[in-house]
Structures are given as C-alpha cells and as structure tokens.
C-alpha cells in the first residue's frame, strides 16, 4: 500500500519530486564524499517538465543529502550555492532510457568524480542502473554491496559463502562484465545492515578489486 501512495515528500510529483531527490542522494552516496559540482543531465519527461515540476530543485536538494520531506528542498539551488556547490543542468536523450531518466556527473574537492545514472519510475521509488561504466540495477530500498572483480571462476562463491558466514541474506543479486576474463561488478542487495568488518573481508580475497556498502536511502 505505501508503495503506491508514495513517501512522504514535498511536491508536487512522486515521480518528478520525490523521485529526483533519491536519485540525487544515492549519487552523493556513491560519491562518498561532498560533492563541489554537479552536471545533471535530464532525458525523456524529465528534460521537457523538470522546472515545471521542480525535479532541478528536488535533485539538487538529494545531492545536497536531504530527504524527501525536507522543506529546504523549494531553496536548495540557494542553498547548493551558499555550501559552494557548482550545479548546471543539460538536456538530452538517452537511447534506451526510462522516460524518467537523470544522469548525474559529481566531483569532490579532491578530484575523486563518479557519474551515476537513475530513472524515477513511480511513487518516489526508483532504479539506479548505471554506475559509470557499468550497468547496474540498484532499487535503493536496501543496503547494497557493489564489487568490482577480476572475471574469473569462483568470484560468486567466495563472497556469498563469506556473507552466508556471517548470516547475511541475500535478496537481490546481479553481475555484469565488460568482457570475458576483464572485470566484473556484483551487485548484492541485502536484508538488514551489513557490518563493515564484513566488507573487509571480502576486500581481503584475491581477485576483488573494491567493495563498497551503499546504504539504503
């Protein structure tokens, strides 16, 4: 039932509104840090209505770390200004993509840059499916392990015995390649919190090239 009416938001839309802010907090989580500039980029319904429908604002406020409800959200770019946010917002369409796509290009003070790529896609929930150059599919409802690997046998088994060790369920689980034999990600989506002691010792298995917890949002 809550997933159809939706969170608890300021509007006007779930989908433009509410749905933009988690997809711009998820993108400052996988930053992992605070972002100094932001390239947004909205495709499909998103570029034709985004300020109409304050998803410029909404995405901001997310990148910014606010949540849904937060009443800043109708000042954010202000705000993005006074905390030294550098924002600009392009139009474009993506092949492929969710009407409701936005792709979002952040970078840190210390250079660190991540592009993420998410599409709102009804009462406030949303689909993360691209991290860079990888695709991904990441509801956000969850803690999520992303790991990039070096694509040999036996990847799977390792991380999944080491969760199932420690008595972590597994809930969602995909994997993607660039090529045979080149790197793989695993995307693992659990139920719970996942320790980060548990994150180390997958870090320390060889052929794992990063592991990063993603917290649910």
């Known amino acids: 039932m809550f997933d159809i009416i939706g969170p608890i938001m300021i509007g006007p839309s779930s989908s433009h509104t509410a749905g933009a802010v988690r997809i711009g907090k998820y993108a400052r989580s996988i930053l992992g840090d605070t972002p100094v500039s932001a ?9 034709k209505t985004y300020k109409g429908h304050g998803t410029d604002k909404a995405i901001v406020a997310g990148i910014l770390g606010m949540e849904t409800d937060d009443e800043r959200i109708r000042t954010s770019m202000e705000i993005a200004k ?14 492929g993509a969710h009407p409701n796509t936005a792709q979002i290009i952040l970078k840190s003070a210390d250079g660190k840059e991540i592009l ?5 896609i009804g009462g406030g929930n949303i689909i993360i499916n691209r991290i860079n150059n990888t695709e991904v599919s990441i509801s956000g409802k969850s803690d999520t392990l992303i790991i990039p690997h070096e694509d040999v046998p036996g990847m799977i088994a ?4 080491i969760l199932a060790e420690h ?3 597994i809930h969602g689980f995909s994997l993607c390649r660039d090529h ?10 659990i139920d719970g919190n996942i320790d980060e002691s548990i994150n180390k010792v997958i870090l320390e298995q060889p052929n794992i090239l ?8």
């Open 210 to 217: 990063a592991s990063t917890i993603l917290k649910a949002i």
């Open 116 to 120: 993420v790529q998410g599409a709102s």
């Open 158 to 161: 390792i991380v999944t015995n």
């Open 82 to 95: 006074e905390e030294g946010l550098a924002y600009t917002f392009e139009e474009t369409e993506i092949d």
């Open 39 to 47: 390239i947004i980029r909205f495709s499909g319904s998103f570029s």
């Open 180 to 189: 045979k034999g080149g790197t793989a990600v695993m995307t693992i989506e």
């Open 167 to 169: 008595c972590v369920n």
